[in-house]
C-alpha cells in the first residue's frame, strides 16, 4: 500500500502538525472596501517610517490613480491576495492583490511575539496599476540584492490585463519599462494575456485565447514566435491557455523548449522554442473546468495538474502524460468562483496546498519525487491510487476564511508565505 510505504513519512510530518505565523499585514486588508485598505497601509506606513531613527530615506509607497473615485464601484468591493512570489534569495516577496496593487516586501527578523502583538509586515515598495491583473510573473532571478543584474534583470514583473498589452515593470519605481506587442492584427484590440511565465533564458511565454502561445525576448516587443491552434473548443469548453509549467525554485531546470502549459478545455501541451512547435500532448475528458496549475516535482519525472471544479489533483509521469499514474485527493472541491486555492512545490516539503478552512494539506517530498509510486512498483503499473494528504497543518488564523496561497521561502523551507483574504502571513513550523 502507498499509504504504509509512507507511513515513516507521515510521523515526521505529524511533528510539524501548526505553522506558526510571526508577522501579517494586520488589519490593513481586512477593512470593507479598497479605499480604507488604502488609508489603513498609509497611516501604518507613515507611522512606521516617522518612528525609524535610522536616518534611512523610505520610497514613498505608490497612489493607485482611483485614490480619489468616490463614485466607482470597483472600490467598494473586500481585497484579496491573487498570488505571492519569492525572490530568488529568499530575503523579500512580491504580492499582487486585486486593487490593482503590487507590493514588494522585505523579510522582518524573527521575535518571540504572541498573536496579539506580531510584527506588522508592511510594504517596501507599492505601485497601481489603472485596472484589473489577469496575469503576471516575476523574474526568476528577481532579488533586491543582485548588484551585477542587467537592465532588464532583478526587480521586473510583467503584467497582463484586458484591453491592454502585456507590460514589464520595475518593482521600485513602478515604471513601465517596455510594453510587448499583443495586438490582434485582424481587429486591432489587444489580446488577453491570461497566463505568462518568464524562464531563466529571459523568454517571456504568454497564452491567449485559440490556444495561443507567443514567446518573446524580454527585451524586445514582438513576438520571436508564435503557434496559434485553428481548432475550435468542444461546447461548454474554452481553447484558452490558462497556465504555463511550474518549477521549484530552486529546483532541477528543464531541458530546453520542454515547456508545459494548459488550456480550460482540459488539454496539455508542449511549447518546443527549438523547433517552433505546440504539440497537444494530453486531452482529458472530464466534467473538470479546465486545467489552472501545472506543477513538476523536483526530480522532473512527475507532473502534478490542478482541475477547476475536482476535488483531486491528477499525477502523470513526465514520459507518458497520455494516462494518468496516481491521484492526490481533496476533501474539498475547486470550484470555479470559490477562492483561488493554489498549490505548490518546494525542493524540501514535497506539495502543499491550502484549504477553504484556512488550514495547509501537504504530501510530503519523497511522495512527490515518484508520484506516490513506491519503488518496487513499475511506473507502468496500471493501478491508480487515490492518495490523501499526510498531514494537515494548523495555521491558527480564522478558520472560515480559505488559505489561498501556500509557499515556501528559498533558503529556509522552514518559512513560508500564507495568504487568507487579502491578508498576508509569514509562518513558521513549530510544535
Known amino acids: 500500500m502507498v499509504q504504509g510505504h509512507y507511513e515513516s513519512l507521515n510521523r515526521k510530518n505529524d511533528e510539524r502538525m501548526n505553522a506558526i505565523p510571526y508577522c501579517d499585514t494586520g488589519e490593513v486588508f481586512e477593512a470593507d472596501t479598497i479605499a480604507n485598505v488604502w488609508k489603513r497601509e ?42 505571492i512570489f519569492w525572490s530568488c534569495d529568499g530575503t523579500s516577496f512580491v504580492s499582487v492583490h486585486n486593487d490593482f496593487g503590487i507590493r514588494q516586501y ?33 523574474d526568476p532571478f528577481y532579488t533586491l540584492y543582485n548588484e551585477n543584474s542587467d537592465r532588464l534583470a532583478g526587480d521586473r514583473i510583467v503584467v497582463g490585463g484586458k484591453n491592454f498589452p502585456l507590460q514589464l515593470y520595475s518593482l521600485m519605481d513602478g515604471q513601465c519599462i517596455l510594453s510587448y506587442d499583443t495586438m490582434n492584427k485582424i481587429n486591432g484590440e489587444y489580446e488577453t494575456v491570461y497566463s505568462v511565465k518568464i524562464d531563466v533564458e529571459s523568454r517571456v511565454y504568454t497564452g491567449s485565447c485559440r490556444n495561443k502561445v507567443a514567446i518573446y525576448d524580454k527585451s524586445r516587443r514582438d513576438a520571436v514566435w508564435m503557434n496559434q491552434s485553428t481548432k475550435k473548443a468542444s461546447k461548454g469548453r474554452q481553447s484558452i491557455i490558462s497556465c504555463f509549467e511550474e518549477q521549484p525554485m530552486g529546483g532541477q531546470a528543464l531541458s530546453r523548449g520542454s515547456l508545459l502549459c494548459g488550456s480550460y478545455a482540459n ?23 479546465g486545467i489552472v496549475q501545472i506543477l513538476t516535482s ?40 470559490s477562492a483561488k486555492l493554489k498549490a505548490y512545490i518546494d525542493t524540501a516539503y514535497g506539495l502543499s496546498m491550502g484549504t477553504p478552512q484556512g488550514t495547509i494539506l501537504n504530501w510530503g517530498r519523497d511522495l512527490v519525487e515518484f508520484g506516490g509510486v513506491p519503488s518496487h512498483n513499475s511506473v507502468e503499473d496500471p493501478l491508480i491510487t487515490s492518495i490523501p494528504p499526510e498531514s494537515e497543518w494548523r495555521t491558527n488564523l480564522d478558520s472560515t476564511i480559505p488559505a489561498t496561497v501556500v509557499k515556501n521561502c528559498p533558503g529556509d523551507p522552514e518559512l513560508f508565505s500564507l495568504s487568507h483574504g487579502g491578508t498576508i502571513s509569514l509562518c513558521r513550523f513549530g510544535g
Open 267 to 289: 488539454e496539455m501541451f508542449q511549447v518546443d522554442c527549438r523547433h517552433q512547435r505546440l504539440e497537444r500532448l494530453n486531452y482529458t475528458r472530464t466534467v473538470a473546468g
Open 106 to 138: 522585505l523579510v522582518p527578523e524573527e521575535s518571540n511575539t504572541d498573536k496579539l502583538n506580531r510584527n506588522l509586515l508592511l510594504p517596501f515598495t507599492r505601485f497601481f496599476r489603472n485596472q484589473s491583473i489577469v496575469s503576471c510573473a516575476i
Open 298 to 337: 523536483d526530480n522532473g519525472r512527475c507532473v502534478y495538474v490542478v482541475r477547476r471544479n475536482s476535488d483531486a489533483i491528477s499525477i502523470y509521469d513526465r514520459r507518458n502524460l497520455q494516462h494518468e499514474l496516481n491521484v492526490l485527493r481533496l476533501p474539498f472541491r475547486i470550484h470555479h468562483n
Open 42 to 83: 498609509d497611516k501604518e506606513w507613515l507611522k512606521r517610517t516617522q518612528s525609524d531613527r535610522s536616518g534611512y530615506e523610505y520610497p514613498r509607497l505608490g497612489e493607485s490613480p482611483y485614490i480619489n473615485m468616490t463614485d466607482d464601484f470597483r472600490m467598494e468591493k473586500k481585497v484579496i491576495c491573487q498570488d
